[in-house]
């Protein structure tokens, strides 16, 4: 299998401009020491490179490449776009964004230009077509990382005017605008593409996340993330045009709210993004955001930036544990990373991310336990050469995961204000994470004949073509899994009439008439047949079967004894509708049937507390096993015998891993 | 008696103009099943029957109304003056309103317009006029609805002028102003009308809710009240004008702070309003809303809205159990109500209302359980025709509610700052609720003559007039109840000086020397006389007695031994004053006390965990009797042998109601 | 010793003007039985004593003036500044500020002016001249009161202009000015001065507390506290033209986080302050505010506001118990103030402040508890004729505050977001406490050599200058006491390179190499030698030893083993280090420790739950007692025996304070 790397890229985002170069040889010095082999410069330099209008300064960022083209590093080019130098905020006002509140902003912080502001435009692509001009034909640059983050939001007069613009195009005339957005409600009725108006705290917004208007809303999300990536893609064909094949990425950001990544994608050459759990984010959800990232494009991904133990800007900003980071390296890469980064090489002497953990700390050498560990990895990685470069992670199950689902599910106003779309999400992928199961997270619009089951948690949103696609897919024997608050609106967030689940009700063989919303404090249970009984709570269906068979039933209140879980047979297939909100156990009880009836396999065919993926190559298969337990585990037995890439020694039986212990047992390919 | 309807009204909000003329069909239908008679329509419109400033289109209006009418419903006919058009506010922006922190809105939501923009008024007025033109001789147009929830607030250049007009009709010199607002205070002395500005977040405001000058932000909000008022009373005449006769109404909101609904009542040809409680709202405090609601006109009211099962902008929004709606409809009704209201007819499919219950639901059809129970109240409902429509309810205890002390009260910077009116009248309101005493809200202007007891808890504001009057009913043999935080204020929040509680001290016969504030960790004890002793805490007053009985002393504290609660007798009646705020018992045992005193009686002898209340016809009382406890209660003895208006039955000896049942007593006038 | 005064003042805040002339006298026949013997006037009327632009109008004040002369008042003057008159809001609309969010406020509140308004600076000057230039002749007239409390923040254009000339004057040249912000960070770098927006929401904030470049916004900090303080200046320098002599302060407020009040205390006469503490405020924490008031300039210093009973601003606003404001008084003194101060003198009857208390309630009158206690103090202090006046209270300890370490230890983002500087610095004054070991609270440029012992704690910046100034007071035999986080940053926010703790590096011969945080609800020990173990968490430094030696290692997680806490010898004198936030009795063996060994005493030999503290005048020792506790105290024995300046009575051995009693006992200079 291909990967679009020669090595595994071991370094992170370096910014030597901050320093006098003295130090710049003592980090080549320092950096060598720990296996460091890529660099990503640039990020944050257009003031510093381009002072005025006419007047471009090269000459700091010429030494910094020739030093790393030098030392033959793999340079990753960024393009300085994400943060506005403050000459241009100041010369042209209109460059920086309006905020949710309708505020215009002023110079300052990152993230800061209006999307549409024509001199925005016009100066981010000069610069990345002079960048291009200069650096691409350098061998040594190795990908091309445009702007930083992208994510900000804008509602100013500019993008007022675009997202009218963005709109004709999508509606074409105002009837069916009106139509899409449910205008009669309220007398919205409008006359004019130019009646529209942003939809924020001055228009439409409720609160900062709630709207009058979910199809507006939704629809400025969309046109958002759309003008963010036309930013990204105009400069990514300047580059182009300077070097047609040129390796392109931005850096993402997991589950950020902001951006349809699954679109971004596609104008992706990789996938590269940030990772950075918080101290009590479970390793489940850093596996599941990983499995997202790699989904976007199907293939291994850049981890583009973590840190090398703390943050800064978490309430919390803990170590990480002797063996944490490298534990969470392999754990990025069991889930399909071809390289490993972090922010940042140096730790920044001021500004507001100085306490952000580096390679090198404040004390400005080696002598320290990140930086030891930071070498040990390096050393590690340097051993493998290519062997999993490439590799993939094949899976059986997929699990939908849709920003405008997203986007439409959190706008929803009722029943509950506590549902939120990525833990609901995390719900279910934690059940095949602690199975081992591997997940491919996947988009509406995938080729579902790959999996033998997919998982569609809160499918509220379901667009033109799904209905027929699921069915499809369910048809031809696959495994269907999805719940309540799904089926229950079209793209423009109307509703599909008729009785919820609406577009998967003859699939599921079932009909919600009513959804009980239960505060906190309430609970109600859900009883299996076999007696055992699980709390439930969040939303409530209360489902009639129309073909399913009931597989627990609540327990309490006026609707004890309605299905609270069913199971449908539908052609070849099943399709599993959960109607609440269960405890871990109640919903492990359900999934676990439907697991072992669609034939879906583990990873190993052991249960351990130990995490076990597989990536798999042309040659080998690699089980990247993981100790995040907080205990000793014993080795599977299955995995006994085999040899670990990272010792190159054999694992005998009876292998024990301590806590943070990792192995990449290797078995070739028959 | 009278009641301004021939039949009780049964149905509410209804928008076809939302759906195609097919489903027209359909509703028509389903809605006879149901025994729905009235529908509330054209609440929303105005963008689409006015499509421009010349320009009007009734064309799908009429046929609304041709169809309503051929189906000899009552209509209650909307203005639909509630939300702007957008075109409106795209030619017009002053017709939107500035919010508290001083941003001018574009267009959006709803309730949107600056209550004294000229164009609003104009084309608002214009708009009623046209309307009642074209429908009011429709002798199917049963009632005016004018507007929707009215509420909004506006701190625009276009309000602070007519502020000023106002404040000048109101102090006429510029020195009486700075008296009343003690604008020496942090020197605030004033020369000229314009130099007054309105009080909102850029001026006197602290954070949201506090003010650094009271009366200026009480002032404010009579003005506001005023404004909005104005508004009603302008598309009202417009009616008038063309229908002398017309029934007009607005949909008030319970105890909604902005407006000073007693005022806006004596406006309004019956009050109507809408019923919202939340999932762990108390009963008691339901049916203290409809009193009030009662209370503005004294007089029988419409329930405009309520819904059939579920809202959607609320945290959590529950089901209605089976039985719970229509035990809340009847509970509408024992306490004043002649129609019965929901909104709405059918669910919205989409904007931010579309998960709002509704009669017909999402899936459109009739076989829901929603929708049976709303078909079987309204054949219960058919079953009584008139013999309950205009009946009263008498009482004989009063509780004043009075918006200017409600916004005094919480603009108070200090003692507490947990110090909430509605909670504060809501505690004393759960006594008489409890043993089924009946009791009016009423105005600090009512006729106090009319019943035996008065409370007034937390009188904290106690206008001209207002001493003479509870000193002339307590002479004449009344018994006034009234609380810490009363008396302390006159109507432009200036202090009655001379000892707490002012202008009550004489009646009271009580001086509080100190107000001191607890926190929610802390408490005292008030004792009695028999040894009993209950918590207490909030405010606790440090009281002198000046003539008074003690009948509880504080426990603790340096302030041990003096007065929690006090009796005076005055002319022929006596004062309760209660320093401190009580646990609940020990309230009940002094209000028991003071009720047995003055002879005021339950609506039953018995004690009972029903809701009994009684309406009286002309020829006869009407025992409404509402199970609202959760477990089944027998029925009181005193009401066995009735005949149940419902069932047409006779309750016989031992019935039992079970959780919501309800049952409707009748009992000849002698 | 001398004082500033001839008498203890006591008396406060005077407002007759916003009252009728009658009730003057009742003032001044009430006043005198309370032993008044000072007035605060004329605070807040600027717009009274100046209806226009060229308008002055004193005839009102004249008469106030007349009056209090005549009643032998020492006078103390306010200037009426702290609140714009509204007639200059509305004809020069830019004199008002413009908040953090960027909202230009209009009229209304009080610290309302943009400091850098010429329009502002114009009249605040003319009338601090007329003022003075009137009255300032007056013997009566005492001490100058400028403005009232500053401390408002403006962001307005008018302010930006002024930072930027600030800056220059700072920096010089742009490139300094880059350097010292770390511009290159987020490619900020700048080409001009005007290039500079002030940070607030709309530019470099985070949030409301955060910022992107502490360099940036600590300088603001600065920039604002400088504005303000020539303000304060500019008024004081008006007076002094008139009045060479007078006696000028202005009221400042303790732990107020806005001004540097070190560099304000040197432009300052004499530092005055107003204490409010919460219900709930720790007396230690009471007692460190007063010992960092006189630590302003080492000197006596004025208590200008306290309540003798209520508050009306917090949150519970309870009374003061029996005792309490007449304890409270005592330690104020107790900790250097020769005055006593209410405000107020009478209770306002309208606005924002009228529930706070005052010497008269409304009521109006004499009779209250309040009332009674006001003059039994009035009384004492009247007795003790000029003896306690100027003494001084010695102190071997040191404290160090800095506001240039407050604003940036909270502007830090990371390690933990619950770090408050001065509840650090308050876990370490609240040790010295309650042993009863005086303890001055000074500036970073205090004279250290005047210590035995200075503790640091938090000291993250460490400027210029004090690395050699703390080196040289250890080296000659102090004692120094610092902790984690301290010696991270420069002046301008900059890390100090090369290993935490910096330049402190040397002195407490360890290197912290990691600062892990810890979340609320996680927990590490500290362990010390004699096998005792206290809980620690907050953040946890992670420390090598370079020559100290560890008094406590953790007990847990990876760092177990690791030194909690060290001392170094260094040349004569000793650092301590405490690299944990411990729990109150770890701290105390810890600090026990030092003091024992740095010779540093009580003042009295016992341990007590009493506060004692000493006050020395050329002739006499006051040991102020004063018991807080809440239960009754033995005095000390060795107190036993001395003459209560009090009473004049002698305190017997066995002599038992019950709560809130007071006693000074007077001890003869050998």
Chains 1, 2, 3 share one sequence.
């Not at 309605?562 to 109640?586: C, R, S, W």
Request: glycine share 8%; hydrophobic share 35%; charged share 25%.
């Amino acid at each position: 299998m291909e990967s679009k790397f020669k090595r595994i890229l071991y370094g992170g985002d370096y910014n030597p401009n901050q320093w006098s170069e003295e130090i710049w040889e003592d980090d080549m010095r320092i950096f060598k020491d720990a296996h460091i082999n890529t660099a990503t410069i640039n990020v944050f330099s257009w003031a510093k490179i381009q002072p005025s209008e006419h007047e471009y300064d090269f000459s700091c960022l010429d030494k910094i490449v020739d030093m790393l083209s030098r030392e033959n590093y793999d340079i990753v080019f960024a393009t300085s776009t994400a943060a506005l130098p403050a000459w241009m905020v100041k010369k042209y006002p209109e460059v920086m964004s309006t905020d949710y509140e309708g505020r215009h902003h002023k110079f300052g912080g990152r993230h800061n230009a209006c999307p549409n502001s024509l001199v925005y435009q016009k100066y981010a692509r000069a610069l990345a077509s002079k960048l291009a001009e200069r650096y691409a034909d350098n061998p040594h640059v190795t990908c091309w990382h445009i702007n930083n983050e992208y994510g900000a939001e804008c509602y100013c007069d500019n993008c007022q005017n675009a997202f009218r613009v963005w709109l004709k195009d999508k509606y074409h005339t105002i009837d069916e605008l009106n139509t899409a957005w449910n205008m009669e409600f309220w007398g919205h009725t409008i006359y004019d593409w130019d009646e529209i108006v942003v939809p924020n705290a001055l228009s439409e917004g409720i609160g900062r996340d709630k709207t009058a208007f979910a199809g507006i809303s939704i629809d400025y999300r969309r046109f958002l993330s759309d003008s963010l990536l036309n930013n990204y893609k105009m400069e990514r064909d300047a580059i182009r045009e300077q070097k047609p094949d040129a390796l392109i990425t931005t850096n993402l950001m997991g589950t950020f709210k902001g951006l349809d990544y699954f679109k971004w994608a596609k104008e992706m050459d990789i996938v590269s993004w940030d990772n950075y759990p918080a101290y009590d984010t479970p390793w489940s959800q850093v596996a599941m955001t990983h499995d997202l990232m790699r989904g976007l494009k199907d293939e291994p991904f850049m981890l583009m930036e973590q840190t090398p133990s703390q943050q800064n800007w978490q309430k919390y900003n803990s170590l990480k544990r002797p063996g944490q980071m490298r534990a969470q390296s392999y754990q990025t890469m069991a889930h399909g990373a071809d390289t490993i980064q972090f922010f940042q090489l140096r730790r920044s002497v001021g500004g507001c991310e100085k306490f952000h953990g580096a390679v090198i700390a404040h004390v400005g050498n080696e002598n320290t336990r990140v930086f030891r560990e930071t070498a040990q990895l390096g050393r590690e990685l340097e051993s493998f050469g290519t062997k999993t470069l490439g590799s993939r992670n094949p899976s059986k199950v997929g699990i939908i995961f849709d920003w405008d689902n997203y986007w439409a599910l959190e706008y929803t106003s009722g029943p509950s204000a506590d549902l939120r779309y990525v833990d609901q999400i995390h719900q279910y992928y934690e059940f095949f994470y602690n199975r081992n199961i591997s997940v491919d997270m996947i988009p509406v619009d995938a080729d579902f004949s790959k999996y033998d089951m997919i998982a569609a948690p809160v499918l509220y949103m379901v667009k033109d073509g799904m209905k027929e696609a699921l069915e499809s897919f369910v048809k031809n024997g696959g495994t269907l899994i999805t719940t309540f608050m799904s089926g229950i609106v079209g793209q423009s967030d109307n509703v599909h009439l008729g009785g919820y689940p609406g577009p998967l009700r003859d699939m599921a063989g079932v009909w919600v008439e009513e959804i009980d919303a239960l505060a906190p404090e309430q609970h109600n249970t859900a009883q299996f047949a076999d007696g055992t009984s699980y709390s439930c709570g969040l939303l409530c269906d209360l489902t009639h079967l129309e073909g399913a068979e009931a597989l627990a039933s609540y327990g309490e209140d006026f609707y004890a004894g309605m299905p609270a879980a069913t199971k449908n047979t539908f052609g070849k297939g099943h399709v599993y509708y959960i109607g609440t909100q269960l405890e871990k156990d109640g919903l492990a009880k359900i999934l676990s049937e439907a697991v072992s009836e669609a034939g879906v396999n583990s990873v190993i065919p052991e249960t351990t507390a130990l995490e076990v993926t597989c990536r798999v190559s042309d040659t080998t298969r690699f089980y990247y096993v993981m100790n995040f337990s907080g205990t000793d585990q014993p080795l599977p037995e299955s995995l006994s015998g085999k040899t670990d890439l990272i010792t190159g020694k054999t694992a005998p039986a009876g292998s024990v891993l301590a806590p943070w212990d990792v192995m990449i047992l290797q078995e070739p390919l028959a």
